[in-house]
């Protein structure tokens, strides 16, 4: 079943509150121009359009898995959180202030082959890498280590248990590696944009981007290096194809650009030309400016607004025709390969547990087989685009829980995975009603797992109980 779309959810409840109200229309992202406009309706509704354009370039159709996989959980996680620390850069800053590590402390530990060891535990998928990856093995026609005007990257463990691979990689710049906006994590935002290629399938190379995950999970080690994961759901992808995942394999992995979002953007501002066409044209129909008239507006005057603003924009986009793709010069920085590597892959599958359940009901909801791996559990299910699937844990904990909406992967670090409980949900119910529950903060921690979980019980269209401890003992 495909991947659904994501939702943040944090300890701070005025920023709860925010994202709430967010739900109900675009993802924003944080709007430069707003910063030089004044305080009146025309400021009001260009933060509005920017969000839609800035959701709109991210998400695109990926977001409803409409071009051939869906997002990351971290990836929407990543969207969302911009959407509101990027009007407070004062936040992001204490985030880099936090989170780059002092050089001299760095130094003492060798990063290169110990990723794992170092940034496991703090990976959205956290375990114990170490004691399971390999260090990559390069074939005869690649090596791990690549150097390109300046920039070294390095590939240093791989992990693959069939339901994903972890590939650790550590990037080195002759230059700082420039200042870089963080997420809700202390994740600094840095992607990986290009192909991985399987010689087991005649599918041939892969576009991370909309199929795996160009996000890269890490951590900025000094000014000049940055470690971090890539992963790639390969249970799902291959699964969904009929090919089955061999125990040993070769992958080709190309790498032409590394891209991070800047912790300050350099978007042109809105024209004071096209600000002052449109409250003209405002002018002309009789329409105020501030978001009180904006509130009395009929909705024939809301209609005609929402063409002159968009006329505003579209002028705005034939100016800079490149604030329309997505990365761009104004939001991003890049360094620039190609690194091009081969290496060999061994699955490892110990600790790994497999139950094919095949159990669907009269209406196509069900569960075709669950996999349970150090790191994660994956719920294979038939796509159905109109639901959802909630997983608990053996105590009622919804699985996965700081980004409800993440669907039928979910990590088991910190949870009570012994037994697991799968609930499948109408998608608008579930995001509109039920999952506010899990979020409204009403209840004792020592009950709220129970009473959401009997409200799953009362309100899901399908539920499954698996039990994996039998196999654990």
Same mark, same amino acid.
């Given at each position: 079943m495909e991947?659904?779309?994501?939702i943040?959810?944090t300890?701070?409840?005025? *920023?709860?509150d925010?994202?709430?109200?967010?739900?109900?229309?675009t993802?924003?992202?944080?709007?430069?121009?707003?910063?030089?406009?004044?305080?009146s309706?025309?400021k009001?509704?260009?933060?509005?359009k920017?969000k839609?354009?800035?959701?709109?370039?991210?998400?695109g159709?990926?977001?409803l898995?409409?071009s051939?996989?869906?997002?990351?959980?971290?990836?929407i996680k990543?969207?969302?959180?911009?959407?509101?620390?990027g009007?407070?850069?004062?936040?992001?800053a204490? %985030?880099?202030?936090?989170?780059?590590?002092?050089?001299?402390?760095?130094?003492q530990?060798?990063?290169?082959s110990?990723v %794992?060891?170092? $940034?496991?535990?703090?990976?959205?998928?956290?375990?114990?890498y170490?004691?399971?990856?390999?260090?990559?093995?390069?074939?005869e026609?690649?090596?791990?280590?690549?150097?390109?005007?300046?920039t070294?990257?390095?590939?240093?463990?791989?992990?693959?248990?069939?339901?994903?691979?972890?590939?650790?990689?550590?990037?080195?710049?002759?230059?700082k590696?420039?200042?870089?906006?963080?997420?809700?994590?202390?994740?600094?935002?840095?992607?990986?944009?290009?192909?991985?290629?399987?010689?087991f399938?005649?599918?041939?190379? $892969?576009?991370l981007?909309?199929?795996?995950?160009?996000?890269v999970?890490?951590? *900025?080690?000094?000014?000049?290096t940055?470690? #971090?994961?890539i992963?790639f759901?390969m249970g799902?992808?291959?699964? !969904?194809?009929?090919?089955?995942?061999?125990?040993?394999?070769?992958?080709?992995?190309?790498?032409?650009q590394?891209?991070?979002?800047?912790?300050?953007?350099?978007?042109?501002?809105?024209?004071?030309?096209l600000?002052d066409?449109?409250e003209?044209?405002?002018?002309?129909?009789?329409l105020?400016?501030?978001?009180?008239?904006?509130?009395?507006?009929?909705?024939?005057?809301k209609?005609?607004?929402?063409? *002159?603003?968009?006329?505003? /924009?579209?002028?705005?986009?034939?100016l800079?025709?490149d604030?329309?793709?997505?990365?761009?010069?104004?939001?991003? /920085?890049?360094?620039?390969?190609?690194? !091009?590597?081969?290496?060999?892959?061994?699955?490892?599958?110990?600790?790994?547990?497999?139950?094919?359940?095949n159990?669907?009901?009269?209406?196509g909801?069900?569960?075709?087989?669950?996999?349970?791996?150090?790191?994660?559990?994956?719920?294979?299910?038939?796509e159905n *685009?109109?639901?959802?699937?909630a997983?608990?844990?053996?105590?009622g904990?919804?699985?996965?829980n700081?980004?409800? #909406?993440? #669907?039928?992967?979910?990590?088991?670090?910190?949870?009570?995975?012994?037994? $697991?409980?799968?609930?499948?949900?109408?998608?608008?119910?579930?995001?509109?009603e039920?999952?506010g529950v /899990?979020?409204?903060?009403?209840y004792?921690?020592?009950?709220?797992?129970?009473?959401?979980?009997?409200?799953?019980?009362?309100?899901?269209?399908?539920?499954?109980?698996?039990?994996?401890?039998e196999?654990?003992?």
């Amino acid at each position: 079943m495909e991947k659904q779309r994501k939702i943040l959810q944090t300890d701070n409840s005025q *920023l709860d509150d925010n994202i709430k109200k967010t739900l109900a229309g675009t993802f924003p992202l944080p709007p430069k121009v707003a910063a030089a406009q004044r305080e009146s309706f025309a400021k009001v509704r260009d933060m509005s359009k920017e969000k839609e354009n800035r959701a709109q370039q991210n998400n695109g159709d990926i977001l409803l898995g409409e071009s051939g996989g869906g997002k990351s959980r971290r990836k929407i996680k990543k969207l969302l959180f911009r959407s509101f620390a990027g009007a407070a850069a004062v936040t992001a800053a204490a %985030f880099c202030c936090i989170y780059i590590v002092n050089p001299s402390v760095a130094a003492q530990v060798p990063i290169v082959s110990h990723v %794992f060891e170092q $940034i496991g535990g703090a990976l959205d998928f956290a375990g114990d890498y170490e004691k399971l990856a390999e260090p990559v093995q390069a074939d005869e026609k690649g090596i791990e280590s690549i150097t390109i005007d300046g920039t070294n990257l390095t590939l240093s463990e791989v992990y693959c248990n069939g339901t994903a691979l972890y590939l650790s990689l550590v990037v080195r710049s002759q230059e700082k590696i420039p200042d870089t906006f963080y997420d809700e994590d202390g994740k600094p935002m840095i992607s990986m944009y290009g192909q991985i290629d399987f010689d087991f399938d005649e599918e041939g190379a $892969i576009d991370l981007l909309y199929v795996g995950d160009s996000e890269v999970d890490g951590k *900025l080690v000094d000014d000049n290096t940055f470690a #971090g994961v890539i992963r790639f759901d390969m249970g799902q992808h291959f699964s !969904d194809k009929g090919v089955e995942i061999p125990d040993n394999f070769k992958v080709q992995l190309s790498v032409p650009q590394i891209v991070g979002t800047k912790l300050h953007d350099t978007r042109p501002e809105m024209p004071k030309e096209l600000r002052d066409q449109y409250e003209a044209a405002m002018e002309e129909n009789g329409l105020g400016l501030t978001e009180e008239d904006y509130e009395r507006f009929t909705e024939e005057q809301k209609d005609i607004e929402h063409q *002159l603003f968009n006329d505003m /924009w579209n002028a705005y986009y034939e100016l800079y025709p490149d604030r329309q793709t997505y990365p761009n010069q104004y939001d991003n /920085w890049f360094l620039y390969g190609p690194w !091009d590597f081969a290496f060999d892959v061994a699955k490892n599958d110990e600790d790994v547990i497999r139950k094919e359940i095949n159990d669907i009901n009269e209406n196509g909801l069900g569960i075709i087989s669950v996999t349970k791996t150090p790191m994660e559990i994956n719920v294979e299910m038939p796509e159905n *685009l109109d639901c959802f699937a909630a997983i608990l844990d053996a105590n009622g904990n919804l699985m996965g829980n700081e980004v409800p #909406g993440y #669907g039928n992967d979910v990590p088991v670090n910190g949870y009570d995975t012994s037994r $697991i409980y799968v609930y499948i949900c109408d998608y608008v119910e579930y995001m509109d009603e039920l999952k506010g529950v /899990w979020w409204s903060g009403g209840y004792d921690e020592s009950v709220k797992g129970e009473v959401f979980k009997e409200l799953l019980d009362e309100r899901s269209l399908y539920s499954r109980e698996i039990i994996f401890e039998e196999q654990e003992k």
